[in-house]
């Protein structure tokens, strides 16, 4: 059996986005066939997996770690960056002061302190916040301490805050290391992005194996926009748990399209907004239900109001699992005007439970879901029409739903894990 | 002495402007004029201006001993008169010749059999009119849209007085049995049916430029060995098929002009074999069998079912709500309104909604102007939805 080395951020039940819900389902697929010690900062006490050996810094001991070794240099990273002026990306809400008093001194102090630091900074609930570069600083060195015992055959490890760490062990271990992609910060921030997170993202690409993309969507964008020779890419889709769903009547008497998702430039709540208001124009007896919250959240309520959208709206802010569920079990439509998607597993949710689904073009999603009306984000001429269809015209609703549940049996985890089965046989054979 | 009958079928739809939900209630306008003239000047040049050339000189050359015959629909023909005249002129001169025949067809090239007696039997005898006026003939022998049939299909035309009905040779109807023969329905004399030898027929239609093939290049002198095989063993070879089959599903790189201009040659080498149209196929061999299909059969894809048109719950709900709207549209009695409603029954506005070969990008993919089967069925039901405020607000006005 292989052992893999796998470095993950967000895992169940800790989670902002689709990227906790992606690594636990690969993680799960492929624990059958492989060994896999999975690290990540933060494991809650219930998080168990069978032949899964999970390291959570949240509550390492200080036997795990050899603090001998763990020399903390805080200029680490494997990256030159270049702070920009201006705050574009969503994780850039650095706080510089919190911590780095304590860095200073950390070598100086005793283990028992050393490893209340590390607690300290890992537990909670918040996976990013403000801190998020000292946590990857940290997370990478820890994870360079724990790789240098050298007992795996391969590096694994996904997205950019993990990143840092898999090439840093790649360097010690000479280990073939795959670098999983499940959003770029040039999806996140847009295209023009060249801070230091994108800095991190292709430095990494330049020095990995290979790379796992969850679209092809997202191979063209890291062809693009950070110069990675397409063939170390491999395109794995994202796959979905199977779940038993129920469709609930709603007592509204107007339909119900759903918007899920941070609400932030890169999910295009603009586009929410401008194809509402059209959708309005020909079919009044509509709401838009917006799940989610982020920093696009006041502009879109301010926006809406101004344009006498109010009453069309109703603005959840973040939803639990369950409520989420409920939203899905409720909705006419499920709608995903994203910019940018490297891939967008709630797409498949909302196919789960039945609800057909307008999406945006730019998304890796609509590459596997034929059942689906796709358009580009800007089109909202299109995508209001789509909507309009899907409400009025119950055989399309239908038939679409239909078409996406058929998609979904192709779309499982367990077919994820054959091709990264058969990526890590390539890289571990020489 | 058996004999070749060649039909050609030739029809072209009125293809629809892109149709948002914006539009309905504010644009009663639904054609893509710039498309359909788009269309009908691509296929005039690269097929039916030099087909018909090319077949009217071997008519003339042949002196009446080379016959073929076409159907061409009521919307085909109209584009013709819109934007094409010269077209419809080369139609014209084949049919003066004598040595063309022209078959009767559904106006609209619809399934109204399947929804509408009433409709049909109109459409009919719309297309009867239109054929007596460009081409001084009355057909006598009749050819479904998509050569759909079954047995009710036959004894209904038989009523209207036809003495002949064009058919897909299924393998599932006559078992053993060959279709190089003339047949006619169970219990109903009357009518006989022309089957396509579907063998023949695709080697040329869909076979020709395969390079793939075994048999490839099909060679007339090849063709015409096979056919004269079949000598002493059938009457009637007929092979049917697209008339775009000439110069736009096969490219004139093929070679299929050539072809076509030895095949006369070829096929009456031998002495016995001679062309021959569908009514005088009809009136020269007897039936020697019976022609049974209860199921509705078509000429189309592999299944040749009626799936290509209302395989799925879209198509099924989009024909319905169309033929749905047929009563109050009549009551209208506006002949405009009522036009526009009938070139909605058009069966390629239903064919572009298929799923069926949606992977594979196929043949429904190529004669399809839209992207998806759903924008298909999007674009027709809002401009359904459209005609049906329209007629509404018309009948109100009354």
Known sequence: ?430 | MPSVCFYFQVHQPFRLKSYDCFKIGHDHFYEDEAKNKEILDRVATKCYLPANALLLHLIERYKGAFRISYSVSGTALEQMEKYRPDVLRSFQRLAETGCVEFLSETYYHSLSFLYSKDEFVRQVNAHRAKIAEHFHQVPTVFRNTELIYNNEIAAFVSGLGYSGIICEGLDTALGYRSPDFVYHPPFNPGIKCLLKNYKLSDDIAFRFSNRGWTEWPLTASKFAHWVHDIAGNGETINLFMDYETFGEHQWPETGIFGFVDHLPEEILKHPDFDFKTPSEVIRTYEARGEYDVHNLSSWADLERDLSAWLGNSLQQDAMERIYGLEKAVKETADINLIDTWAKLLTSDHFYYMSTKYWNDGDVHKYFSPYNTPYDAYINFMNVVTDLEYTVETALVRE
């Open chain 1, 1 to 430: 059996m292989i052992r893999v080395l796998m470095l993950g951020w967000e895992f169940p039940p800790l989670f902002s986005g689709g990227l906790g819900i992606a690594t636990f389902g690969i993680v799960k697929a492929l624990s059958p066939k492989t060994r896999i010690r999975l690290i990540i900062p933060t494991a809650a006490a219930l998080t168990k997996l069978n032949h899964v050996n999970i390291t959570g810094f949240n509550h390492i001991t200080a036997e795990e770690l050899n603090f001998e070794r763990l020399q903390f240099q805080f200029s680490s990273l494997p990256v030159e960056t270049n702070q920009l002026p201006i705050r574009i990306s969503p994780y850039h809400d650095i706080n510089a002061e919190i911590v780095r008093t304590e860095w200073n001194d950390f070598q100086w102090l005793q283990t028992k302190k050393k490893v209340e630091i590390i607690h300290r900074l890992f537990v909670g609930t918040e996976v990013y916040g403000a801190n998020i570069m000292h946590k990857v600083q940290l997370f990478t060195q820890l994870c360079e301490e724990i790789g240098s015992r050298n007992n795996f055959d391969i590096i694994h490890a996904h997205d950019w805050i993990t990143f840092p760490a898999g090439v840093k062990i790649k360097a010690k271990t000479g280990k073939p290391l795959i670098l999983h992609v499940h959003s770029l910060e040039t999806d996140r921030a847009g295209v023009d992005v060249r801070n230091e997170i994108y800095a991190l993202e292709k430095t990494a690409m330049e020095e990995a194996d290979r790379i796992i993309v969850v679209s092809h969507y997202t191979k063209d964008q890291v062809v693009e926009h950070y110069q990675i020779d397409p063939a170390r890419i491999v395109v794995v889709h994202n796959g979905i748990e199977p779940a038993l769903t129920i469709r609930q009547r709603h007592r509204l008497n107007d339909k119900l399209v759903l918007f899920l998702g941070r609400l932030t430039h890169q999910k295009g709540p603009q586009f929410l907004l401008e194809t509402a208001e059209k959708v309005c124009r020909v079919f009044p007896r509509v709401k838009f239900v917006v799940a989610g919250t982020g920093d696009q959240f006041i502009p879109l309520l301010e926006t809406s109001a101004y344009r006498k959208l109010g009453s069309k709206f109703i603005f959840t802010g973040f939803l639990t699992k369950a409520k989420v569920n409920e939203a899905l079990s409720m909705a006419d439509v499920y709608f995903m005007p994203s910019v940018s998607e490297p891939f967008g597993l709630t797409a498949l949710e909302a196919a789960q439970f039945g609800v057909p689904g307008v999406i945006s073009s730019q998304s890796g999603v609509a590459e596997v879901l034929r059942g689906s009306l796709q358009a580009d984000f800007w089109d909202t001429d299109k995508f209001a029409n789509y909507i309009y269809a899907l409400l009025r015209y119950k055989a399309l609703a239908k038939e679409i739903a239909e078409k996406a549940k058929a998609d979904l049996t192709q779309l499982t985890w367990g077919h994820a894990a054959k091709k990264i089965l058969e990526i890590y046989s390539t890289l571990t054979e020489n």
